[in-house]
């Protein structure tokens, strides 16, 4: 799992929240890519994952905190872009099966923290992940 988000950015952050959980957690295979997810794809070669999930915030016009399942296309399409190489594009040459999960932010102003319900969004969705339930989030497309 690679979670992926600009720290500086307030809510864009939330992917690399639901990383950071995780991994406090005990979980293997998690990645917190913070806005470079370029920079891991050397161990993500070496790893070989059948199933790569992507968390990032993404902007699909919903209330803040609210999270769908994408395509890794549909991230794309629904992105503030922060990262510098479109995902679908930085994944392409991999045999792996991509899917994202996006979440909903409110603020993006550049220092702001996480808000409320971005947080407890991050929470809700490590939780999912962690228990293997994630596909039960409603998709977006």
């Not at 979980?27 to 993500?44: F, R």
């Not at 915030?57 to 922060?82: K, N, Q, Y």
């Not at 994944?91 to 220092?111: D, H, M």
């Amino acid at each position: 799992m690679w979670g992926v988000g600009n720290e500086l950015r307030g809510d864009d952050a939330v992917g690399c929240r639901v990383a950071r959980l995780l991994m406090e957690w005990g979980m293997p295979g998690v990645t917190d890519c913070g806005s470079m997810p370029e920079n891991h794809v050397v161990a993500l070669r070496k790893a070989r994952p059948r199933t790569l999930l992507i968390v990032d915030a993404a902007d699909m016009g919903l209330p803040p905190g609210e999270c769908r399942r994408l395509s890794l296309g549909g991230l794309d399409a629904v992105l503030d872009s922060t990262h510098g190489i479109p995902l679908s594009l930085l994944l392409a040459p991999f045999k792996v099966k991509a899917e994202a999960l996006g979440i909903q932010p409110g603020n993006l102003r550049l220092g702001a923290p996480l808000t409320d319900a971005v947080e407890l969004a991050a929470l809700r969705a490590a939780e999912l992940i962690q228990r293997g339930e994630w596909q039960s989030i409603q998709s977006y497309e």
